[in-house]
């Protein structure tokens, strides 16, 4: 089954421990981008890739890193995590930025004592 | 940057009647979706649609690309459409979506 994944899906954590959130696809695309989503802001981007070892800033990227060694991964680093990074985060995919639809994985709700 | 707004913003709707979501963008666009956010938070993909008519089922979304913006149909409504959906589209020379703010529906049994 075609699809985009995330782990974990929930997690509660302190300030200052270092945590990833993993995103997998299965479906060859290139591109590749993190989302997070807030009350009253809506969702924003985090950062974003089009293509191994490409990646670059979205409109939020402080307090975060990524990395894309392979094309079908695309985890997000939290190095030091904040009380304000506390969100619901999506991982999406897909062939073509601009001509092809967008997946979305299924979302990781990340609250940060 | 490019405006997204839909309407309307709330909508709630008696099981089996059918609703019309609007959603109007500020620039040309080569991206445009629609997603539905179940009440889990999880975002579906309903539509990409960045010109003209599709249907799928209950559901079909038209754009008028010339007119700048779009339609999303859902008809004999039941309580699993209920959620928030959202219209993105992607902003000129960047790789990314902007999302409206949403239009939250309620379909009551």
């Known amino acids: 089954e075609a699809q985009v994944t995330q782990n974990p899906r929930y997690l509660i954590t302190v300030t200052g421990k270092k945590l990833t959130v993993t995103c997998s696809q299965n479906?060859?695309?290139?591109?590749m981008s993190w989302y997070r989503q807030d009350p009253g802001l809506g969702l924003r981007q985090i950062y974003y890739s089009m293509n191994v070892e490409v990646t670059d800033k979205g409109d939020v990227p402080e307090g975060y890193k990524v990395s894309r060694k392979e094309k079908r991964n695309f985890p997000l680093i939290l190095e030091s995590p904040s009380p304000n990074q506390t969100s619901l985060y999506f991982c999406?995919?897909?062939?073509?930025?601009?001509?092809?639809?967008?997946?979305f994985g299924p979302g990781t709700r990340l609250t940060v004592l | 940057g490019i405006q997204v707004e839909q309407s309307p913003p709330d909508l709630i709707l008696q099981e089996g009647a059918n609703s019309t979501l609007r959603c109007n963008f500020s620039?040309?666009?080569?991206?445009l979706q629609w997603f539905h956010q179940n009440p889990w938070g999880q975002l579906i993909n309903l539509f990409y649609i960045p010109s003209g008519t599709k249907q799928n089922g209950r559901l079909s979304a038209t754009t008028v690309a010339t007119e700048r913006y779009s339609l999303l149909y859902i008809s004999s409504s039941q309580t699993t459409d209920s959620g928030v959906y959202f219209c993105?589209?992607?902003?000129?020379?960047?790789?990314?979506?902007?999302f409206g703010s949403g239009t939250r529906l309620l379909v009551r049994p």
């Open positions: 479906m060859n695309h290139e591109y």
């Open positions: 620039d040309s666009v080569n991206n």
């Open positions: 999406a995919s897909s062939f073509n930025f601009f001509t092809d639809t967008q997946y």
């Open positions: 993105a589209v992607d902003e000129d020379s960047s790789y990314k979506l902007i």
